[in-house]
């Protein structure tokens, strides 16, 4: 059975930081692209970072770039994104996902392109930030 837990949202103020965790069970924990997308109230959802684990490639959103690090444990099946200098614009409930693909551009493409094509996903933490 998949499973994917979030944690780690909460609300915070302008310029703060949170770290969202992903702990994944099942098939889920075995993929090699995972990442995080999100999707604020009435709007399309949007890839945020993916990792490509077999070659350790990482992308990012434009707008996140600089700002949020996305990071696997193996180890632990744990996925983080930690992200710093938030603004308002990133308030969304922000989901861990999977797409079960081969290669670091189809895995790009998953969380990127239009529509995105995950595989399995979370139930969501909801960040919010505040000025």
């Known amino acids: 059975q998949v499973q994917l837990v979030e944690s780690g949202g909460g609300s915070v103020q302008v310029g703060g930081s949170l770290r969202l965790s992903c702990a994944a069970s099942g098939y889920a924990a075995s993929s090699w692209c995972m990442g995080w997308f999100r999707q604020a109230p009435g709007k399309e959802r949007e890839g945020v970072a993916v990792?490509?684990?077999?070659?350790?490639?990482?992308y990012y959103a434009d707008s996140v770039k600089g700002r949020f690090t996305i990071s696997r444990d193996n180890a632990k099946k744990t996925m983080y994104l930690q992200m710093n200098s938030l603004k308002p614009e990133d308030t969304a409930m922000y989901y861990c996902?999977?797409?079960?693909?081969?290669?670091?551009?189809?895995?790009?493409?998953?969380?990127?392109?239009?529509?995105?094509?995950?595989?399995?996903w979370g139930q969501g933490t909801q960040v919010t930030v505040s000025s």
């Open positions: 996902a999977t797409a079960y693909v081969d290669s670091g551009g189809v895995c790009y493409t998953a969380f990127f392109g239009s529509p995105p094509q995950f595989g399995d």
């Open positions: 990792i490509y684990t077999v070659a350790d490639r990482r």
